[in-house]
Structures are given as C-alpha cells and as structure tokens.
C-alpha cells in the first residue's frame, strides 16, 4: 500500500426503518440524487435477523458500542445490502457504494463470492464491501453458527471470496474438505478484486486482517473518536505484521456542524472534514439530513461542492 490517498465524501444511506409500512421512495430519490450532485460514495448497513437483546449493542466486549443503541427495535425493516447496492447500481452512473458493515461471515462465501463479483461486473467497478464480525449472537445462532467463532469465520469467508476472485481454477476449503480446480466466472472488474475494508476496534487481529484482505479501516467504538491517537497504533501493529500501512483508506465520521439558527455550517464542517483529513482519514462519510420541502440534489451538491473544492483543488 503506498502514495496518498484523495479524500472521498460519503452519505449514510438509511437503509432501514421503524415505521411498520416503510415507504422506501425517498431513499431510492435520495441514492439517485447523490449519483448526479457528486458525492463519491453511499454507505449502507447490515442486520439479517433480530433477537430480543438489543441492549447488547451497549457492550463493546461482545462488538457493541459503550452508551450505543440499536437504531430500531427487533421489528424494524432493513434492506439487505448486496441486494440493495444491485438495486441501486442500475439507476445511478457514478456513484460508489459500500456496506458499512457487512456480516459477511452469516453467508455462505462461495455464493459471497459470486454475488459480489457479479455485482461489480454490473456495477463497472463502483462497490466497496467492509465487513465486520457484528455483536449480536441471535444472528448466528440463527444461521446455525457459533457466535464465538465469527473472527474465524469472517477470516475463512475472506479468504474463499479473495481466492475466487484471484484464481481461474483455484483449490479452497470447504468445511473440513480441500476442493480443487474449482472455477467460478465473472472476475470482479476491480483490480484485486472487490475492495474489502475491514471494521473493528485496534487489535492485532484486525492489524493481520487488513494486512492480509484490506484496503481500507473501519475504525469502530473509541477508535473511531480519535482517530490521531488510533490510527498511528493500528499502522505501527499493520508494520509488525509484515503489511505497509502507507495507502490505508481510513473511514472518518462526519459530524455535520450548525449554525445557532440551526442552518447548516459548511465552512465549519470543512473544517472537521480538514482535521480528520489530517489525522489520516481518506473516505468521510457523514449524515446529510434534506427536509421534505428541500431538493436533496441542491443539498448534496452545496456539500459535494465545498468538499470537492477543499481537498481537490
């Protein structure tokens, strides 16, 4: 990894709702209104099951977030992410889109693997996939998998999909069994294959993951709040483990400031935006609010704009 990466501005995408009759019309005008104001990236989320335990969510030894709540309760309504990013991509042109995160350990990886290539080769290169190992055990005990072992499962998931997307006639492991001269086509059209960026708090075992799969860090809990104090340390274990830190995209959390009237403070949030950036994140990804009687196309494109002007010229 090496050079310096251009700064990127992404919108979270809320791709779920509390409401019990769900009306996702705004979120697909709000997808194609980002593609054609300029901002470069739509992150969207992941839950494939609840259980009853949300609460679980405040525990940052499970996974969790310390104070954190779970966004909707166990009947909220969210949109699958791969499925929802194949949707979007056929209706926008420019746009990236990136799942932040995904629990790609809960899918199978060799139908992983397949879907992501075959939504890269429709989307022409325009998918990032950061996956994480999530918090909440009902998910995996509900796809029949040990909640204790999602590290490894995440690491085993990786490594079929990046195999896949590497061989033309690859050997993996399937199980307890070693399968080989296994073929599966289309290739991703990205170099390297779809960019996995990896989620979670410093750790040697994140270090070694991003090594050996990622282009880019999640950070997640603290990490994520101080970015000039982690970052430094995740770079300096990514070293000791045989990896070159140098072209790491780091996620930075966006806080979008106001003004006392409540109006929106561009100058002031480029500002953050500029010492994020200088504390090592590449991909700013933030919540970008429009009111009903606004054109979320202007709103973005104000955003976009001032961005694209700070950092790009």
Same mark, same amino acid.
């Given at each position: 990894m090496t050079g310096h990466p251009v700064p990127r501005?992404?919108?979270h995408l809320q791709?779920?709702?509390?409401d019990d009759h769900p009306d996702w019309a705004r979120l697909?005008?709000?997808?194609? @209104?980002?593609?054609?104001?300029?901002?470069?990236?739509?992150?969207?989320?992941?839950?494939?099951?609840?259980? /009853?335990?949300?609460?679980?969510?405040?525990?940052? /030894?499970?996974?969790?977030? @310390?104070?954190?709540?779970?966004?909707t309760g166990p009947d909220?309504?969210?949109?699958?992410?791969?499925?929802?990013?194949?949707?979007?991509?056929?209706?926008?042109t420019n746009v990236r889109f990136a799942s932040h995160v995904l629990l790609a350990a809960l899918r199978r990886p060799i139908v992983l693997a397949k879907s992501l290539s075959t939504l890269d080769v429709l989307a022409d290169g325009r998918i990032d996939i950061g996956v994480g190992v999530g918090w909440q055990r009902e998910e995996y005990d509900a796809a029949g998998l040990p909640f204790d072992d999602r590290g490894r499962l995440l690491d085993e998931c990786l490594d079929l999909c990046t195999t896949m997307w590497r061989d033309r006639a690859a050997t993996i492991t399937a199980g307890d069994a070693t399968v080989e001269r296994i073929h599966q086509m289309p290739k991703p059209v990205q170099p390297g294959g779809v960019p996995i960026w990896i989620s979670g708090r410093v750790s040697r075992r994140v270090a070694r993951r991003?090594?050996?799969?990622?282009?880019?860090?999640?950070?997640?809990?603290?990490? @994520?709040?101080d970015l000039a104090?982690?970052?430094?340390?995740l770079r300096r274990m990514m070293t000791d483990e045989g990896g070159d830190p140098g072209g790491l995209r780091v996620v930075g959390n966006l806080p979008t400031q106001t003004g006392?009237?409540?109006?929106?403070?561009?100058?002031?949030?480029? @500002?953050?935006?500029?010492?994020?950036?200088?504390?090592g994140a590449t991909d700013l990804v933030a919540r970008l609010p429009v009111a009903a009687s606004e054109s979320a196309e202007e709103v973005f494109g104000l955003w976009a704009e001032a961005f694209h002007r700070r950092f790009r010229t």
């Open positions: 501005l992404g919108i791709n779920f709702q509390e697909l005008a709000n997808a194609e @209104a980002a593609d054609r104001s300029g901002i470069d990236k739509l992150v969207v989320s992941d839950h494939v099951a609840f259980g /009853e335990r949300l609460d679980e969510y405040a525990r940052p /030894e499970v996974g969790g977030v @310390a104070g954190g709540r779970q966004p909220g309504h969210w949109l699958e992410p791969v499925t929802l990013m194949s949707f979007l991509a056929g209706r926008t991003l090594v050996r799969f990622g282009t880019g860090w999640i950070p997640w809990g603290d990490d @994520a709040d104090t982690s970052l430094p340390r006392a009237d409540g109006s929106r403070d561009v100058p002031s949030t480029m @500002a953050v935006a500029e010492q994020l950036v200088d504390a």
